[in-house]
Each structure stands twice: as structure tokens, then as C-alpha cells.
């Protein structure tokens, strides 16, 4: 079982819809958690960190964790166009290394 | 600069030879990481630094890959006798102390092809 689980996708919704992406991980000692986006060919951006159990909102970005259930969930409401991306899940590891899945492919169509 | 800098952006290069690979971290950054995306894969860590020590070289994948860290700025990234399946792009992070809570900013990669 890899560390970091996603759905590869693509995921297609429409433009204003609510995309949900998910992500399991192996390690029940992991505490620390973040969704990075990758436009293609560009380099990973920094979208949310979560650290404790429930829900954390920042704009149109939710990001949910459920440590019991080892999951972590990232929701992204009114779903533009220029959201479409690739999504990552990591979290930490030893030495404070990011973990990363392989990532959800989200597509956002007009 | 502002950002995490690396460099060159590509290299193309033929098998068996070395290649080096830089990275300039965020001013002041004391953590850095080496990462490598291969297409269609996640994101694969290679090594860690905390100022110019690795306490972490856990992810080189052979004993071709070397890096090392000068006055807890610039790393590179040696791979010596390059193999096609190096070929890859190589990210590199940094953050303020590597602390649990505290972000890894990306540079743009390198995008290597061993021809």
C-alpha cells in the first residue's frame, strides 16, 4: 500500500460546480498535511495545510482532515476554468520530507 | 530573489555523462530538499539538508546521485554516469527552518533528459 492515495482522475466538472478531491494515507502517525497544485509543466504551488481534525476554509478552498478515518479532503467551490490542474496530497514525514501522492487531475469545463 | 531559483531549467544531455543541477533557496531558508517528478509519477524525495549537514539522503536512488550545501545557500545536485531512466524533472524546496508547520516553496525544476 503506497503512503499517499489518490484517484489519478481526470475529474471533470462544470464551471460554478463543487469539486471534491480525496486522499488516504497509510501512516495513522502523520500529523501534518497540504494540497499543493501543479499547473503542467509548472512547479507545485502551496494551496492549504492542515494539521488538526475537521475543516479549514481559506476563499473558495476547504480543506478537510479526518485522522481517525485517514483522510484528508480538499473542496474547491464556484470551480473555475483556471482551476483545472493537477492536485497533490502530502503530508509529512521523517526529517519533515513531503510525502506526495500521485496526484487528481482536475478538469473545469466552461 | 523572492522565490526558490534553479538551474538551468533544462538539460539534455547524453547517457553516461554527469550532469549538475543547482538551487538558490529563499533567503534565509535554512531547510532545503531535493524532489523528482518522472512523468506520470508523484513527486519522489531525494535528500534533505538543514544548513550545509543531510540528515536525510534516504531518497537517492544510487550512489550516482550526490548533492551537497555551501554556506547554507546553494546546493547542487551531482548525478555522475547518467542513465535514461534519470531523466526526470528535479524540484527543489526549501523553508524557514524545516519545521513541522512551516511550508515548502518550490523552484520551477529542472527538466532533465538523458538522451
Known amino acids: 500500500q503506497k503512503e499517499v492515495e489518490q484517484n489519478s482522475g481526470p475529474l471533470s466538472v462544470p464551471e460554478g460546480a463543487i469539486a471534491s478531491l480525496n486522499c488516504t494515507y497509510s501512516?495513522?502517525?502523520?500529523?501534518?498535511f497540504f494540497w499543493y497544485r501543479q499547473y503542467s509543466g509548472k512547479s507545485p504551488e502551496l494551496i492549504m495545510s492542515?494539521?488538526?481534525?475537521g475543516d479549514k476554509e481559506d476563499g473558495r478552498f476547504t480543506a478537510q482532515l479526518n485522522k481517525a478515518s485517514q483522510y484528508v479532503s480538499l473542496l474547491i467551490r464556484d470551480s473555475q476554468p483556471s482551476d483545472s490542474a493537477t492536485y497533490l496530497c502530502?503530508?509529512?514525514?521523517?526529517?519533515?520530507?513531503?510525502?506526495f501522492g500521485t496526484g487528481t487531475r482536475l478538469l473545469v469545463s466552461p | 530573489g523572492a522565490g526558490v531559483s534553479q538551474s538551468p531549467s533544462n538539460k539534455v544531455t547524453e547517457k553516461g555523462k554527469d550532469v549538475e543541477l543547482r538551487c538558490d533557496p529563499i533567503?534565509?531558508?535554512?531547510?532545503l530538499y531535493w524532489y523528482r517528478q518522472s512523468l506520470g509519477q508523484g513527486l519522489e524525495f531525494l535528500i534533505y539538508?538543514?544548513?550545509?549537514?543531510?540528515?536525510?539522503k534516504s531518497g537517492l536512488p544510487s550512489d550516482r546521485f550526490s548533492a551537497e550545501r555551501t554556506g547554507g545557500s546553494v546546493s547542487t545536485l551531482t548525478i555522475q554516469r547518467t542513465q535514461q531512466e534519470d531523466s526526470a524533472v528535479y524540484l527543489c524546496?526549501?523553508?524557514?527552518?524545516?519545521?513541522?508547520?512551516?511550508?515548502?516553496?518550490f523552484g520551477d525544476g529542472t527538466r532533465l533528459s538523458i538522451l
Open positions: 524546496a526549501s523553508s524557514p527552518q524545516g519545521l513541522s508547520n512551516q511550508p515548502q516553496h
Open positions: 492542515i494539521y488538526s481534525n
Open positions: 539538508f538543514q544548513g550545509n549537514s543531510a540528515p536525510d
Open positions: 502530502a503530508l509529512r514525514g521523517g526529517f519533515q520530507k513531503l510525502v
Open positions: 501512516d495513522r502517525g502523520s500529523q501534518s
Open positions: 533567503s534565509g531558508h535554512t531547510a
